[in-house]
């Protein structure tokens, strides 16, 4: 190298050396790239199935064209082939194998994973399988993000965490809703709100919504029209919508967990005849109704200003969960994303539109109860709650819908957890043969927390006990540990045996806190989990458990004890049992390895 | 430096393919619309509609494809996407002149009565891209349409003279204003306006409208006097011909016409007792009717009425037909002939009478 290029080298490294930028924020600069570059990658695969949609379907207008019959098993076929020989990694919807890159494989998504998901993807969706974009939107900036995080070597804490960086980024450029993005990988990828990421997650959402944007402009989703203020009596339409929302998405969970069984039994060649055979079925339905093909966003926005009767709605909802069903079980490459808003907003409009004809009170727009209707079987399927009712609010910008689609989407989600506890997603799972968590799963599991295992408070002695007096008290508790009062405020802890040999040193006569040394012992609240106590134990044996509003008030104290009672765990050694054939073992996680979401691991 | 200058290949990838796709959504947008206009031009309505549907998906912020979309839905009757698609076009510009007007028609057509005239007002005051005058006149002729049909026509009334303060100088569109003030019960105002007319031109149209009016308010010389300056100026035209004759007849008549002498008003009021005589005796022998004694003591009397001039007995005259008048019109189930110049005269006196 020249002196000037050892020189320029030189700068630059004194350069970021000057920066001195902490690792937290290395991640956040991190995350930013990752959104953009994600907002390229969706930017790109948006136009890819647009291309590939008008040059192989051409318009929907007129009925019985030929071409509509072939195209989707056309696109099945070479999807199939990319995703079966070349691509291997790329198969699935993408949401259960970004879950498994944070869980099992330490954030790594392999790059080839970006590459055939986006050429399947846009092959099957543009030529008109009834699957959507943004759960493969979400694998690919999983993917792009793991990939920044390899060439950036960050450390194995970050990088697990880096697949769900770029899986916001994804969905929320997919979207083009960046709250909707942040909320769907918090309860669904993630699993739950982890303050180390939520920053780098809205970081990549904002970032990649803002690429988006920049690209195809601002305009939402969907043109809303105008929403009428909501009457009380309109409530009881949308709880109805939300009722038949949760039916359904129950019923369509049933089926896919059904269909799915029977066709992974089928003969391995069969893989590449599913898809063909699910995009025929789709391409002779689209005959008659060429609205049920793709992703169907422009269908949506048709429903949203009226374009429809209440018949065709409710049969359009029904085909397209059909057709969903048959092309998702088949395995042809795409997301369910896209299809849920399609058949809750078709089956909420036909509800709507029906009551609008018979309802005794006046009512809004059809419109509205599209709106509020495709929020249902989305929550009732994913059982992300929070994440459906804010897509909606994005989706619409209108805040008249927010209490129709709160109340909706919460009968729809409450009915559809009923019928079918286990989740959409955690059931595809597990019929691959990975056990990964859910969201859902964490707000089933009751918490423990430290007022459900403490003991009453006794009359704890202070400092200023002597020693005989403190061993004549507490030997008729019956405990090993105590706490004491320190004489500034506080509470220490002393232990039985060491009470017994200062008498026995003939101490007997002296203060407590002139013979021990009475350390200050942490304080914990009722309400606090018991795995956070858990790790105070470990260096306290005794915790005082106080009240937050009077730290000095004792309402009862925590040992190690009665961690184990409160967890069932019997007294004494806790001996293993030996690992036999029944046992399920998850292979360990290499940096080489990927779930290829058919069960199977395969090398990268 | 490597993951910097791939983002920006990328970028550079990202911007040509984007700008790839947007011209070939911007000239399949262009191409559908075209072709959605030339279907319309053939009455091919439904067809249309397709096409507009088709340039509106490739352009979903288009207003100038959303409004053709909306308003070939209206042509086939499509009424309730056609409102949707208005709405929203009136949220993203809330002037705009032909939204609001067809909202209004919409709004007409389901019996809002309250939107209809606020979208009315909205397109009568918004924006237009072509013709706005006109636009706007015929939006006010619209809503004047409506609020007629819905009996409202104080508000009609209203309206006309709004317009009438608001137009430019267009003497056929005034003549226009004042009949139509005069059909809807304003002649007063229908008078100010062809007055205001002619006093900038010569207009036979708004002589004989101002010979409507004063015909109208029972101020049948100046009627006269404008019916004639019409006819001068048309001297084909029959209806003022025929109206004129008419209130030729009612003037010759009218013993209330100023500058009479007391001659030609007392020989008036015997005319006037005569004519109404024979219109009760025609009625009563038409009916059959025996006639009450109040009746024929009235007949008795006014045919003593002397052909000498009492001129102190004038009022005594116009009082005793008004009351053969009034005996008819109890008596008779048929009413009078439409220009029937006796009943004008007596209604005019009857007004003046306190």
């Known amino acids: ?95 259960n194998q970004t879950k498994a890159a944070l869980y099992i494989y330490d954030g790594h998504v392999p790059f080839s994973t970006v590459l055939g998901k986006f050429l399947a993807c846009s092959t099957a969706i543009g030529s008109g399988n009834s699957l959507g974009p943004e759960d493969p939107a979400l694998q690919m900036g999983a993917g792009v993000a793991s990939l920044l995080g390899r060439i950036f070597h960050l450390p194995r804490e970050n990088m697990r965490l880096i697949a769900p960086v770029g899986a916001a980024a994804g969905i929320a450029a997919a979207f083009n809703t960046p709250i909707t993005g942040v909320l769907f990988v918090m309860e669904e990828v993630v699993a739950g709100w982890s303050a180390a990421v939520v920053g780098s997650i809205v970081l990549a959402a904002v970032s990649a919504v803002v690429v988006v944007r920049w690209f195809l402009g601002n305009e939402p989703l ?52 599913r898809p063909v055979a699910a995009g025929l079925v789709v391409g002779i339905v689209g005959l008659w109704f060429p609205e049920v093909m793709g992703a169907g966003y422009g269908t949506i926005d048709n429903a949203l200003h009226n374009r429809f009767l209440w018949d065709t709605l409710l049969a359009l909802g029904l085909l397209k969960m059909m057709v969903t069903l048959f092309c998702f079980s088949a395995g042809t490459p795409g997301g369910m994303f896209a299809p849920t808003l399609f058949t809750g907003a078709m089956v909420g409009g036909g509800l709507g539109a029906l009551a609008l004809r018979y309802w005794p009170f006046p009512g809004g727009s059809t419109g ?127 232990r039985l045996p060491e009470l017994e040999a200062a008498v026995q040193a003939g101490k007997q006569e002296q203060t407590l806190r002139n013979v021990f040394p009475l350390p200050l012992a942490p304080r914990i609240y009722p309400d606090l989990a018991l795995d956070t106590a858990l790790r105070l134990l470990g260096s306290c044996p005794i915790l005082p458990v106080t009240n937050r509003a009077h730290p000095d008030q004792l309402v009862g104290s925590l040992t190690l004890e009665d961690v184990h009672k409160a967890y069932g765990i019997a007294p004494g050694p806790i001996s293993p049992e030996p690992v036999g054939a029944d046992s399920e073992i998850i292979p360990a996680s290499g940096a080489r390895e990927a779930y290829t979401g058919d069960g199977e691991f395969r090398e990268s | ?128 891209t072509s013709q706005p005058e006109q636009n706007r006149i015929q939006a006010r002729f619209d809503l004047i349409a409506f609020l007629v049909g819905r009996k409202a026509k104080k508000e009609a009334i209203g309206e006309l003279l709004q317009m009438a303060g608001e137009v430019p100088d267009d003497p056929p569109l005034k003549d226009r204003i004042g ?79 100023a500058r009479l002498s007391s001659a030609e008003r007392y020989d008036r009021s015997r005319q006037l007792v005569s004519k109404a005589l024979a219109a009760l005796e025609r009625c009563a022998g038409a009916e059959g009717e025996v006639l009450p004694d109040t009746f024929s003591s009235l007949m008795a009397e006014a045919r003593k009425a002397s052909p000498r001039r009492r001129e102190g007995e004038t009022p005594h005259l116009i009082s005793l037909a008004e009351q053969l008048w009034q005996a008819r019109a109890k008596l008779c189930a048929s009413p009078p002939q439409k220009d029937e110049p006796l009943a004008f005269v007596l209604a005019k006196i009857a007004k003046q009478t306190p």
């Open chain 1, 222 to 273: 969907f043109r809303v029209p105008h929403l009428e203020n909501v009457s009380p009596s309109d409530l009881i339409v949308y709880a109805a919508i939300g009722i038949a929302g949760g039916l359904l998405s129950a019923l369509f969970i049933h089926l896919v967990e059904r269909l799915h069984e029977r066709v992974e039994h089928l003969p391995s060649w069969t893989k590449y005849a």
């Open chain 1, 1 to 95: 190298m020249t002196d000037a290029g050892t020189q320029l080298k030189r700068s630059y490294a004194t350069w970021l050396d000057w920066l001195t930028i902490s690792e937290t924020q290395r991640f956040l600069i991190l995350s930013i790239f990752i959104g953009i570059f994600a907002g390229l990658m969706v930017v790109c695969f948006h136009i890819a199935i647009e291309f590939i949609s008008w040059y192989s379907l051409g318009s929907f207008t007129g009925r019985y064209n030929l071409v509509r019959l072939i195209a989707p098993a056309a696109g099945g076929l070479v999807a199939a082939f990319l995703v079966l020989r070349v691509f291997r990694a790329a198969q699935g919807s993408g949401v």
């Open chain 2, 179 to 257: 009949n139509m003030l005069l059909e809807y019960g304003a002649p007063a105002n229908a008078a100010d306006i062809f007055q205001d007319v002619l006093s900038e031109h010569v207009d036979a149209g708004a002589y004989f409208g101002l010979g409507q009016a004063n015909f109208a308010q029972a101020d049948y010389t100046a009627a006269q006097h404008a019916f004639r300056r019409a006819l001068h100026m048309q001297p084909d035209n029959q209806e003022i011909r025929q109206r004129l004759a008419l209130t030729d007849q009612i003037v010759a008549l009218d013993p209330t016409v």
């Open chain 1, 368 to 494: 509205a109860y599209v709106l509020v209707g495709m929020g249902t079987f989305f929550a009732g399927v994913f059982r992300a709650p929070m994440t459906s009712i804010f897509m909606v609010f994005e989706v619409s910008a209108s805040y008249v819908i927010i209490l129709p689609v709160m109340i909706a989407n919460t009968v729809a989600y409450f009915i559809s957890r009923s019928l079918h506890p286990v989740p959409f997603f955690t059931m595809l799972a597990r019929q691959e043969g990975v056990d990964l968590p859910s969201a859902e799963e964490r707000r089933t599991t009751a918490i423990l927390r430290v007022e459900d295992a403490m003991r009453s408070p006794e009359t704890v002695p202070s400092g200023g006990t002597t020693v005989a007096d403190a061993l004549a008290y507490l030997q008729k508790l019956g405990q090993e540990w105590f706490l004491v009062s320190r004489e500034y405020k506080g509470w220490s802890y002393i």
């Open chain 2, 1 to 128: 430096m490597a993951v910097v200058f791939t983002m920006a290949a990328m970028f550079a990838l990202t911007t040509l393919v984007a700008n790839t796709y947007r011209a070939q959504r911007r000239a399949r947008a262009e191409a559908h619309f075209a072709k959605g206009n030339v279907l319309l031009r053939e009455s091919e309505n439904h067809k249309a509609v397709s096409e507009f549907r088709e340039a509106l998906a490739y352009s979903h912020d288009s207003f100038q494809y959303r409004l053709a979309l909306a308003l070939a839905l209206i042509k086939v009757g499509d009424l309730g996407e056609a409102q949707a698609h208005l709405s929203e076009l009136q949220e993203s510009d809330p002037t705009s002149g032909i939204v609001n007007l067809k909202l209004a028609q919409l709004a007409a057509r389901r019996g809002d009565f309250q939107q209809a005239v606020t979208y009315y007002h909205r397109a009568i005051y918004g924006q237009w």
